[in-house]
DNA sequence: TCATACCGGGG
DNA sequence: GTGTACGGTATGA
């Protein structure tokens, strides 16, 4: 059980133990508990990846703030000695050291004797019936799953002396005839087995007994391939609630599992399918002894960080982190039935890659979470779809107060205080030469570190002694992976580990600052010094850098843009970043990030980079849009490229140029098309047509189309009178030039160019010169030669325009 | 027009 | 018995 540590001054040690539990076991891959104290363990033996299945025992324990509801129990009630062996029911306590409100943990053989117990005494207390654990709330007691007490309790985690590669997994993905399980049905489901081989299941015709035979084949095929891990894109949002459906309606047993239970188990999550019972709740599957692994829940994490993904789709991830084959076979997810039945062969192609493409992209970004359940009390497949702060951060500072034998804080409301948040400064606009961005690398655990600024109820220190751990292993974990050969499974671990910490360490802010009472340990005071600090840090990076004689651009949050004079090299550049580098507290490193030949800043976070590499960088709303019609894009891009080279005749001809096409009808239809979503539907849509008119559906209309699906995408385009529609496939359009009338209402889109598009030079120069650059088109003459006079201008007309977020 | 509610994904 | 993103878009006052 929980053996107790001293209190104060942890060791090294103890904070080892916190951060990686204490139990050697190598290779546990599952878990299952159930509340009679008997746990299932699944381990594959790291030497020869045999798998070992144990059973083992455990007290069922929970952590209540009183024990007035207990003493009913009278003699059965008992404190706890190490000794002595409990009796079947009897509820032993014991009182934990310090302040903590959770200070009773309380065991006993089987979980009901205490819930029963505990709930008797609340009834009795409370003179209401009280059900249920919960309705005490957090601030009265603290219950876990039953695979994470037996986890907390025992120090183990999942995985260790494991790779990923270890893992067995497997990967299915179910072909449908449509999204509705109550309606449609399975056709097909590809499944990629351990060993990368791949086979197609597809039932045989469309009755029921066909469909059920598909389910059948589906869950023989799993338990012959036995693995660890089942995975894939949308995995809980689609494919296991698609198939509880099915089974359900079907009568067939749907035991995915390594425990036979008749169909599948569920818990709440905030990111699931809604529940059958209750169309309020949100749940996914469980299958006991297998973990449940949606890649979905991979993506989102990465993307969290990165923010470099055109999407989430399986299709535009895989393409983008280069997985995709070249013959990538891609059919529209409403025409997937169709095709099959006029092209079986092009449907397997396409379910086949995506399996592939799912195994891939789990091993490529499912590596944070399979090191976070090395660390954290809790299943691999909660660890994949946990938030850091409350999933990662939270379970782990439960079991290091239980280890260190300490009262937990219950969860508290804040005082009122309101939140503060970061620094973000526009200190000039327009376009700027020789352009250095300087950071600081996780600047708000940094200053935690530095300034020890940890929760105040957090009396042993954990939350800071866990970043500091943290940092260290990250720090380490880069070391090693720069170490291993590249595409090793050990290089790959190591900055699997590398990124899972970091992912740890930046939420320790969050854990914090989070309001509502939702953290155990949150504390707004400490929340607002972590930021009042970071508004310190960055202003004092501005003056000093000011100072040596860089002019600001735009500072926000953690970095900061300036420009330096025209006879400096990337030394000078450098040595001024050293400089104000070395006047910042040691644990607060302030980072050359990158330079840049020219930037473009129009609004504060709309900016434009141009690298000595000749690439340009655009970032903001103001320059991204979905909706823009990409003709103005590519205006745009070149517009820009050119000022930030100072070519002013270069900005001048892509505007005319990109007239003169539309003129001629030079563009592609698609061009000028714009992106939108259907959100009504025909009928729908024709309820409310005489009272006001959208242009989205007229277009639709005039084009012919009068059926559309809800949701749909579209691109659509402005004709003199009217509007028309290009259909657009994927993420890609296509559209066929034969077909492409090129009847766009050419007026419309040079007026667009010029109030929407080119607008956003406007900072580039003068007003005077704007005007010039982009005159009417029938002054060309007039201004050849004006043109050589303009000059791209940078100005800070607002004296430092400051704004707080 | 501005605030707020909702979505992201899957066939 | 969950976990508080964030930026874009849709909708309603």
Same mark, same amino acid.
């Given at each position: 059980m929980l053996t107790s540590a001293p209190p104060v001054a942890p060791s090294t040690a103890d904070e080892d133990e916190w951060l990686w539990g204490w139990d050697p076991t190598p290779g546990i891959v599952s878990v299952w508990a159930e509340p009679d104290g008997t746990a299932m363990i699944w381990r594959r033996e790291p030497s020869t990846n045999a798998l070992l299945r144990e059973s083992a025992r455990f007290k069922p324990w929970l952590l209540l703030d009183q024990l007035e509801d207990l003493a009913h129990l009278g003699q059965r009630l008992v404190r706890a000695h190490a000794t002595q062996q409990p009796a079947p029911m009897q509820v032993t306590y014991r009182e934990l050291d310090g302040p903590g409100a959770l200070r009773f943990l309380v065991s006993a053989e089987h979980a009901n004797t205490l819930s029963t117990a505990v709930l008797t005494g609340a009834t009795r207390r409370l003179g209401h019936r009280v059900g249920h654990l919960r309705e005490l709330g957090p601030e009265a007691v603290l219950v876990l799953p039953p695979e994470e007490q037996y986890l907390v309790s025992t120090g183990r985690t999942y995985f260790r002396d494991l790779t990923f590669d270890q893992l067995v997994r497997l990967q299915f993905d179910l072909e449908t005839t449509g999204l509705d399980a109550e309606r449609e049905r399975m056709f097909m489901v590809a499944v990629?087995?351990?060993?990368?081989?791949? !086979?197609?299941?597809?039932?045989?015709?469309?009755?029921?007994?066909?469909?059920?035979?598909?389910?059948?084949?589906?869950?023989?095929?799993?338990?012959?391939?036995?693995?660890?891990?089942?995975?894939?894109?949308?995995?809980?949002?689609?494919?296991?609630?698609?198939?509880?459906?099915?089974?359900?309606?079907? =009568?067939?047993?749907?035991?995915?599992?390594?425990?036979?239970?008749?169909?599948?188990?569920?818990?709440?999550?905030?990111?699931?399918?809604?529940? %059958?019972?209750?169309?309020?709740?949100?749940?996914?599957?469980?299958?006991? =002894?297998?973990?449940?692994?949606?890649?979905?829940?991979?993506?989102?994490?990465?993307?969290?960080?990165?923010?470099?993904?055109? @999407? /989430?789709?399986?299709?535009?991830?895989?393409?983008?982190?280069?997985?995709? @084959?070249?013959?990538?076979?891609?059919?529209?997810?409403? !025409?997937?039935?169709?095709?099959?039945?006029?092209?079986?062969?092009?449907?397997?192609?396409?379910?086949?890659?995506?399996?592939?493409?799912?195994?891939?992209?789990?091993?490529?970004?499912?590596?944070? %979470?399979?090191?976070l359940a090395r660390m954290a009390p809790r299943r691999y497949e909660r660890l994949a779809d946990a938030g850091a702060a409350t999933g990662v951060i939270d379970p782990l500072l439960v079991r290091a107060y239980l280890r260190a034998g300490m009262a937990l804080p219950a969860h508290a409301d804040g005082d009122g205080t309101t939140h503060s948040g970061a620094a973000l400064?526009?200190?000039?606009?327009?376009? &700027?030469?020789?352009?250095?961005?300087?950071?600081?690398?996780?600047?708000?655990?940094?200053?935690?570190?530095?300034?020890?600024?940890?929760?105040?109820?957090? /009396?042993?220190?954990?939350?800071?002694?866990?970043?500091?751990?943290?940092?260290?292993?990250?720090?380490? &974990?880069?070391?090693?992976?720069?170490?291993?050969?590249?595409?090793?499974?050990?290089?790959?671990?190591?900055? &699997?580990?590398?990124?899972?910490?970091?992912?740890?360490?930046?939420?320790?802010? =969050?854990?914090?600052?989070?309001?509502?009472g939702l953290t155990r340990f949150a504390d707004v005071h400490a929340a607002n010094d972590v930021t009042r600090r970071g508004r310190e840090t960055l202003d004092f990076m501005c003056r000093e850098l000011a100072t040596r004689g860089v002019t600001l651009l735009e500072a926000d949050t953690d970095g900061v843009y300036f420009t330096v004079p025209e006879s400096w090299t990337e030394i000078n550049e450098r040595r001024v970043v050293t400089e104000v580098a070395a006047l910042l507290p040691p644990l607060v490193q302030l980072e050359f990030e990158g330079r840049y030949a020219a930037m473009l800043s129009h609004q504060p976070k709309n900016y434009a980079l141009l690298g000595y590499d000749g690439i340009l960088v655009l970032r903001g709303v103001a320059f991204r849009s979905s909706r823009a019609e990409p003709y103005g894009e590519t205006f745009l891009r070149a517009a820009i490229a050119c000022a930030l080279?100072?070519?002013?005749?270069?900005?001048?001809?892509?505007?005319?140029?990109?007239?003169?096409?539309?003129?001629?009808?030079?563009?592609?239809?698609?061009?000028?098309?714009?992106?939108?979503?259907?959100?009504?539907?025909?009928?729908?849509?024709?309820?409310?047509?005489?009272?006001?008119?959208?242009?989205?559906?007229?277009?639709?209309?005039?084009?012919?189309?009068?059926?559309?699906?809800?949701?749909?995408?579209?691109?659509?385009?402005?004709?003199? /009178?009217? @509007? =028309?529609?290009?259909?657009?496939?994927?993420?890609?359009?296509?559209?066929?030039?034969?077909?492409? %009338?090129?009847?766009?209402?050419?007026?419309?889109?040079?007026?667009?160019?010029?109030?929407?598009?080119?607008?956003?030079?406007?900072?580039?120069?003068?007003?005077?010169?704007?005007?010039?650059?982009?005159?009417?088109?029938?002054?060309?003459?007039?201004?050849?030669?004006?043109?050589?006079?303009?000059?791209?201008?940078?100005?800070?007309?607002? !004296? &430092?325009?400051?704004?707080?977020?």
């Open positions: 990629r087995l351990p060993s990368g081989a791949t !086979q197609v299941l597809e039932a045989a015709n469309e009755s029921d007994a066909a469909e059920a035979q598909l389910i059948k084949q589906l869950v023989d095929t799993i338990h012959s391939a036995d693995p660890d891990v089942i995975e894939n894109h949308n995995l809980h949002g689609f494919d296991l609630p698609f198939l509880d459906t099915r089974a359900r309606k079907l =009568g067939v047993s749907l035991s995915l599992g390594r425990i036979h239970f008749n169909g599948l188990k569920q818990r709440a999550a905030r990111r699931g399918a809604p529940s %059958a019972t209750d169309a309020k709740r949100r749940v996914r599957f469980v299958a006991p =002894g297998r973990e449940l692994i949606d890649t979905l829940d991979a993506v989102r994490r990465y993307d969290f960080s990165t923010r470099e993904l055109p @999407g /989430h789709g399986l299709k535009a991830v895989a393409r983008h982190l280069g997985l995709a @084959g070249p013959n990538r076979e891609l059919i529209r997810g409403d !025409q997937i039935y169709e095709t099959y039945k006029r092209d079986p062969d092009r449907v397997r192609r396409y379910a086949t890659a995506d399996v592939d493409e799912v195994a891939g992209l789990a091993r490529m970004l499912g590596g944070a %979470a399979f090191a400064h526009l200190f000039a606009t327009g376009v &700027a030469q020789r352009v250095v961005k300087a950071d600081v690398a996780s600047l708000y655990p940094s200053l935690m570190r530095a300034f020890r600024i940890g929760p105040a109820r957090d /009396h042993l220190g954990a939350l800071l002694a866990l970043v500091d751990r943290l940092v260290e292993t990250r720090l380490a &974990a880069k070391a090693n992976a720069r170490a291993a050969p590249v595409g090793s499974a050990e290089r790959y671990t190591h900055e &699997a580990m590398s990124a899972a910490m970091k992912l740890v360490v930046n939420s320790a802010y =969050g854990y914090l600052a989070a309001g509502g080279r100072n070519d002013v005749v270069g900005v001048r001809a892509a505007y005319l140029n990109t007239v003169q096409a539309l003129q001629a009808r030079a563009l592609p239809t698609l061009a000028v098309s714009s992106r939108v979503r259907l959100t009504k539907s025909p009928s729908r849509y024709l309820e409310t047509r005489h009272v006001r008119r959208e242009f989205a559906y007229e277009a639709m209309l005039a084009s012919g189309r009068t059926s559309w699906r809800v949701g749909e995408r579209v691109r659509v385009y402005r004709t003199k /009178h009217r @509007g =028309g529609v290009v259909t657009e496939f994927d993420d890609e359009a296509v559209v066929s030039e034969q077909t492409d %009338a090129r009847d766009y209402d050419v007026p419309y889109y040079i007026r667009l160019l010029r109030t929407s598009f080119a607008e956003r030079l406007v900072t580039a120069f003068t007003p005077s010169d704007f005007a010039t650059v982009f005159a009417d088109t029938q002054q060309l003459p007039l201004f050849v030669s004006a043109l050589d006079d303009i000059r791209t201008v940078l100005s800070s007309p607002m !004296q &430092a325009k400051i704004a707080s977020r």
